[in-house]
C-alpha cells in the first residue's frame, strides 16, 4: 500500500530498470482470449494446455469470489469505481502519477507492485511536504504517531504498537534501519534528513526480509548512491527562532565505470523555543551537523560495492521532555473523621500530582515536596521545614523556571558496506556489513521549575547554603538529572535471492548482531549531598572509607553515593535465519510462505543503586547477572493477485497472514527482590488484506488495507520505588487505511489518507502509581522514607493520625505523639500490631477494554499543489497540507492524566524553480496556526512527584530557501 502524499511529483528521474540479479519482472498480461491461445500454441499438449487453463481460471474466479469478500471494508470504495470509471473525462495531455522504485521486499520493484502496506518518500518528497525528520513522517502516513521518550528516545507508533517501555534491556517495536542495517540506537530521527534516496516504511509485523525484528513495522533510511556524473548542489535556509540550515552535495567519478565518491553534509542551528527565566536564556536550541560519505565501487560486472561513513553531532540545549505538568495534590485535609491539622503530616499523605488533566490551569502546579524522595531527606536532616515548592509555577507551555540551562551531547558513527555479487544471471549473494558508536550526554533540571522557599540555616549549612559539587552553591532545592548512554553494534547480515525463469523463487538471509550499551542515569539533589554531610558528620571520606563518599567531581563519576544511579550495562547477542519462497502459480497469481528462526540472548549486569549507602563505587548485586535467552519461530504466508477488473487499469489484491515477535528481557529489578526479574516476550498474530489500483489512465491511485492484530504480551513499563519495571498484558487492534492520488488536470494534484484505528487491552491489571486506593474510600495513601507509596486501612490510620497529631482525647504513644516523621514508618509494617495499620502495595486497576496508549482512533492527512509558469522558464508551485488526529491516552490506565486531545497540523508553501540554471526558491510556513499540540505524555516516578512530562510539537516556523544544483 502507498502513502498519499508518496507519488505527489514526477520521480521518472529516479526510477531504474530492474537489476537482473535483484527481481524477475512478473510476466506481461496477455487478455484472456490470448493468454488461452498462447498455451494451446505451446509444447504442451491441448489436453494439459486447456486443464492448465481450467485450473487457473478455478483459481481466478475462486480468489475473485474471496477478495471481493474479505477485503469488502477497503474495495467496496475500488468496486464501487465502474460508473464513475466510465462516466470521468479523460485525463489531460496524457496525465500520469508517476511511481517510486522501493526495496520494501529488499528487490526493486514499482511501489504499487509491493503487497505491502508501505509508505516512500524520495528526498524531493520530503523538502515539498517539509518532512525534515523521522518526528514528521506521522503527518504524511495512516495510523501513525511520534514521540520523544524522557530517556531521549522515541517513539515511533505504528498501528497501535510502540514501544511503551524504558527498560534499556527492551527492543524498539520499530526497526529502524539506515541503508538496510538495523540500528538498536540511533539518532536518525533527532538528525534531518539529507541526501537521501528513499525513506521507507513497512506497517505491520517484519522479520521474514529484514535482520531484526520488527512486531511493528520498519523505518529505513536510503541514503544516495554515488552515481557516475558529475554534479553537487548548495541549499540555504533561514527562518524565525534565528534558524539556519546549510545543505550540500557533490558527486564525483573517479575512476569511469568503476569508481565513484559522493559526499554530502548538513548544517542545523536554531536559537530556542523555550524561554527559561531562571537564566534569562533561550533553551531548546538546535547546533548540529551530519556529513556522510559514500563510495562505490563496481570492479567487475557482477560485483557492486557500497561503503557508507555518516557521522553525527550535536551540542545544545535540547530538552528531552517540555514542560513538567502538575495538577498539586495537597494530600487530604481528613482521613476517616480525623481532621489533618499538621501540614507535614499532610504532605506524607500526598501523592505529589494528583490524577488530573494536563489541560486544566491547575496543571501549571507543582508537587508536594513532602511527597518526594529528596523533599522527605530535606526534611528529616532539617534542612528544610515542608514543602518547598509553594504549589504554582509560570504558565505557558514554553516557559520554564530552572538554575541552570540544560545540555545535551550526542555524537554517532555509522559504517555500512553494502556487496551485491551477481553469482550469476540467477542468483545473487548480498552481504550488508554495520558498525554503530555512539554516545549521549544530557543533562536537565528534574522538574524545570524552582523552589520559591530557601533552606533552614545549620551547622553544616550556614545561612541554608549548600554546596554541592555537581549543582554548584544554592539556598534552594535543586534536583537534575543526567543520562549518558555510549553503545556499540556490529551486525552481519548475508542474503541469497534468486531469479528464475521457472514459478519457484526465493529469499534466504542469515544475520548475527552484538550490540554493547551502558546506561547511567544520574538523580543530583542538593538534599542527598547535604544528607550525605550529616552521615559523615560533616566530612567526607576517601573512595572505599567507611562513611558515604561524596564525589567531589563537577562531572559525576559514578562512585559517588551522595546521588541516585541506576548503573546498567547491558549486552544482546541476537542471532536469526530468515527467508521467504515465492511461487508462481499464474503470471497474475503469487503465493508467498516466510519463514524466521530468531535466537535472542540479553544479559544485564546488575548493580543495586547505592544512594547514602556506606563506602563509594559500585557492587554487582545478589545475583551479578541477569540473562534471558529467547528462541522463537516466526513466519508469514500468503498471496498477491492481479485480477483484470475490467473498470481500473491495474489492480493488485493481497491478503497475508503474519506473526511477530519481540523478545522479553531481565528486569533492572536492583535490590527489590519482590519485583519480578524478567518480562516475556511479546507477539503479534497480524492478518492482513488489501488492495492497490490505478484507475482513469493513471491519473488516479486509490489504495486501501484492512487489519486484525490479536496482540500477546505487549511490553509496558512503570516505575516502582524508583525502579522501572515491564509487564505483560494482552491487547486486539484493527484498522482500515485508505490513501489516494488524484491529478485530474495536468499540473493539478490532490492527495489524501484516512486511517481508522480501534485497539483494546483484553486482560491484564496493574496498580496505578497515580491512583493506588483505587478509588476505595477504604483505603488512603501514606508515603515511606523512601517516598514510594502504599495503602493502609483508612479507619485504623485515623486512629493512628490523632495519636501523631496530639488530638484531644488521644492515647500518648513514646516516638510517635507529636512526630509527624512516625508516619513514614507505616508502610514498613510499624504500626500493623498496634493500631492495625497493615500496609498493602494498592489495589490493581483493571485494564480490560481500555485502549493502547499512543492510538488516535483516526489520523486523515489532504494535501494538494498546483503548478504554473510564472516568468520564462520559471515554474511556480503552491502547496498545502493538512494533517489531524484524534483524541489518545498516554498510560494503558487511561485515567485523566493519560488523555491527550486530538492536533491539527497545517503547513503552506511557494517554490520556484528554474531547471535550465538550477535554481530554487522556496518560502514556506511549517505549523500554520501555530498550536503547541502535546503528543505524549511521560510520569515521573512517585518518589519524584509523579510530575507529567508532556511532548509537545515545534511552534509555526517561517523561513525561506535558496538552492543551486550544478
Known amino acids: 500500500m502507498m502513502a498519499a502524499v508518496h507519488l505527489n511529483y514526477r520521480v521518472c528521474d529516479i526510477q531504474t530498470p530492474l537489476s537482473p540479479g535483484l527481481a524477475r519482472p512478473r510476466s506481461p498480461r496477455l487478455p484472456k482470449t490470448d493468454a488461452r491461445a498462447a498455451l494451446q500454441q505451446s509444447q504442451m499438449s491441448p489436453r494439459r494446455a486447456e486443464a492448465y487453463w481450467g485450473k487457473r481460471m478455478v483459481i481466478s474466479q475462486t480468489l475473485r469470489r ?12 475500488v468496486l464501487a469505481l465502474p460508473a464513475a470509471a466510465q462516466t470521468a473525462p479523460a485525463p489531460q495531455d496524457g496525465v500520469t502519477i508517476d511511481e517510486l522504485v522501493v526495496t520494501a521486499q529488499r528487490r526493486e520493484e514499482k511501489l504499487q507492485d509491493v503487497p505491502i502496506a508501505v509508505s516512500a518518500f524520495s528526498n524531493d518528497m520530503l523538502s515539498r511536504q517539509k518532512i525534515d525528520g523521522g518526528p514528521n513522517l506521522q503527518l504524511a502516513i495512516p495510523n501513525v504517531t511520534f514521540a520523544k521518550s524522557f530517556y531521549s528516545g522515541y517513539n515511533f507508533q505504528i498501528r497501535g504498537i510502540g514501544t511503551k517501555q524504558t527498560a534499556v534491556t527492551g527492543d524498539s517495536s520499530t526497526g529502524v534501519h539506515f541503508n538496510g542495517a538495523p540500528l538498536t540506537s540511533n539518532r536518525l530521527f533527532e538528525a534531518e534528513f539529507f541526501d537521501v534516496e528513499r525513506v521507507e516504511v513497512l506497517r505491520g509485523p517484519q522479520g521474514t526480509l529484514y535482520g531484526r525484528n520488527a512486531t511493528g513495522g520498519v523505518v529505513n533510511v536510503l541514503s544516495a548512491k554515488p552515481t557516475g556524473e558529475f554534479e553537487g548542489m548548495v541549499r540555504a535556509e533561514v527562518s524565525n527562532y534565528d534558524g539556519r540550515k546549510l545543505r550540500g552535495m557533490v558527486n564525483i567519478p573517479l575512476v569511469a565505470d568503476k569508481l565513484d565518491l559522493r559526499l554530502a553534509g548538513a548544517t542545523l542551528n536554531r536559537g530556542g523555543f523555550v524561554d527559561n527565566l531562571g537564566t534569562g536564556d533561550k533553551v531548546d536550541d538546535r547546533d548540529l551537523y551530519s556529513f556522510r560519505a559514500s563510495l562505490r565501487w563496481r570492479p567487475t560486472s557482477t560485483i557492486d560495492a557500497n561503503f557508507v561513513w555518516q557521522h553525527f553531532k550535536e551540542r545544545d540545549s535540547r530538552l528531552r521532555t517540555g514542560k513538567g505538568l502538575c495538577t498539586r495534590d495537597n494530600g487530604p485535609s481528613s482521613v476517616g473523621g480525623t481532621a489533618i491539622t499538621n501540614a507535614t503530616v499532610r504532605g506524607f499523605l500526598s501523592a505529589g500530582c494528583a490524577d488530573a488533566s494536563v489541560y486544566n490551569a491547575a496543571a501549571y502546579g507543582t508537587p508536594n515536596s513532602l511527597a518526594t524522595l529528596y523533599g522527605i531527606i530535606g526534611f528529616a536532616r532539617g534542612l528544610t521545614s515542608g514543602d518547598v515548592y509553594g504549589g504554582t509555577q509560570p504558565k505557558g507551555l514554553d516557559v520554564i523556571d530552572s538554575a541552570k540551562n540544560p545540555y545535551y551531547r550526542a555524537e554517532e558513527d555509522v559504517f555500512t558496506l553494502n556487496v ?151 549486552h544482546l547477542d541476537s542471532n536469526a535465519l530468515f527467508g521467504e519462497v515465492y511461487y508462481e502459480a499464474t503470471p497474475e497469481l503469487k503465493f508467498t510462505v516466510g519463514l524466521r528462526y530468531t535466537d535472542d540472548k540479553k544479559t544485564l549486569d546488575n548493580f543495586p543503586v547505592k544512594l547514602l549507602t556506606p563506602g563509594s563505587g559500585l557492587t554487582p548485586g545478589t545475583p551479578p547477572q541477569l540473562t534471558a535467552e529467547f528462541k522463537k519461530f516466526t513466519g508469514r504466508a500468503g498471496f498477491d493477485w492481479k485480477p483484470d477488473l475490467g473498470f481500473t487499469d491495474d489492480t493488485l489484491v493481497y491478503a497475508f497472514y503474519s506473526r511477530g515477535y519481540k523478545g522479553g528481557g531481565p528486569n533492572n529489578i536492583g535490590q527489590v527482590a519482590t519485583l519480578r526479574p524478567f518480562y516475556e516476550p511479546e507477539y503479534v498474530n497480524a492478518f492482513e488484506v488489501g488492495t492497490k489500483n490505478t484507475l482513469l489512465g493513471g491519473a488516479l491511485v486509490l489504495n486501501g488495507s484492512a487489519f486484525f492484530y490479536d496482540y500477546k504480551g505487549y511490553q509496558i513499563s512503570k516505575f516502582v520505588n524508583r525502579i522501572s519495571v515491564t509487564e ?58 523512601g517516598a514510594a507509596g502504599c495503602v493502609v486501612p483508612t479507619a485504623a490510620l485515623a486512629n493512628l493520625l490523632a495519636v501523631i497529631q496530639q488530638a484531644p482525647g488521644a492515647a500518648t504513644v513514646t516516638g510517635v505523639s507529636g512526630n509527624p516523621s512516625a508516619l513514614l514508618g507505616a508502610c514498613s509494617g510499624s504500626f500493623a500490631t498496634s493500631f492495625g495499620v497493615t500496609p498493602t502495595d494498592g489495589v490493581a486497576a483493571k485494564l480490560k477494554g481500555n485502549e493502547l496508549p499512543g492510538s488516535p482512533n483516526w489520523t486523515a492527512s489532504i494535501g494538494a499543489q498546483y503548478s504554473f509558469d510564472v516568468l520564462d522558464g520559471w515554474e511556480g508551485t503552491v502547496r498545502g497540507d493538512y494533517y489531524r488526529q484524534g483524541d489518545s491516552y498516554a498510560r494503558v490506565f487511561n485515567t485523566s492524566v493519560d488523555q491527550l486531545k486530538g492536533w491539527a497540523n497545517a503547513n503552506l508553501s511557494f517554490r520556484l524553480v528554474n531547471d535550465e540554471r538550477g535554481l530554487e526558491i522556496e518560502g514556506y510556513v511549517k505549523n500554520v496556526f501555530n498550536k503547541r499540540a502535546i503528543t505524549d505524555v511521560f510520569l515521573m516516578d512517585e518518589a519524584l512527584g509523579q510530575v507529567a512530562n508532556a511532548v509537545f510539537t515545534e511552534p509555526r516556523i517561517i523561513g525561506v530557501s535558496l538552492q543551486k544544483t550544478f
Open 66 to 77: 474471496a477478495a471481493l469478500l474479505a477485503g469488502a471494508s477497503t474495495l467496496s470504495l
Open 728 to 785: 505483560n498484558i494482552d491487547a486486539e487492534i484493527k484498522g482500515v487505511e485508505l490513501e489516494a492520488v488524484w491529478e485530474p488536470v495536468k499540473r493539478f494534484r490532490m492527495n489524501g489518507t484516512v486511517g481508522l484505528l480501534d485497539t483494546k487491552i483484553k486482560n491484564g491489571e496493574s496498580i496505578d502509581p497515580m491512583n493506588r486506593t483505587g478509588g476505595n474510600p477504604n483505603l488512603t495513601l501514606v508515603k515511606t522514607s
Open 420 to 570: 551485491a555479487w551477481d553469482i550469476n544471471d540467477k542468483l545473487q549473494l548480498n552481504s550488508l556489513t554495520s558498525y554503530y558508536d555512539g554516545e549521549l550526554d544530557a543533562r536537565q533540571e528534574m522538574n524545570r521549575f524552582q523552589a520559591s522557599t530557601v533552606f533552614n540555616s545549620t551547622t553544616l549549612a550556614p545561612g541554608g547554603l549548600v554546596n554541592d559539587p555537581q549543582l554548584g552553591a544554592s539556598n534552594r532545592m535543586s534536583v537534575s538529572d543526567r543520562i549518558t548512554t555510549p553503545s556499540r553494534q556490529w551486525s552481519q547480515e548475508l542474503r541469497l535471492q534468486s531469479s528464475f525463469d521457472g514459478p519457484f523463487n526465493f529469499s534466504l538471509g542469515g544475520l548475527a548482531l552484538r550490540y554493547d550499551v551502558v546506561q547511567s542515569f544520574y538523580i543530583m539533589s542538593n538534599a542527598f549531598t547535604y544528607a550525605a554531610m550529616v552521615a559523615n558528620g560533616g566530612a567526607n571520606c576517601a573512595p572505599g572509607g567507611s562513611c558515604v563518599y561524596i564525589d567531589p567531581n563537577r562531572v559525576p563519576t559514578g562512585q559517588g553515593h551522595g546521588n541516585y544511579l541506576s548503573f546498567q550495562p547491558y
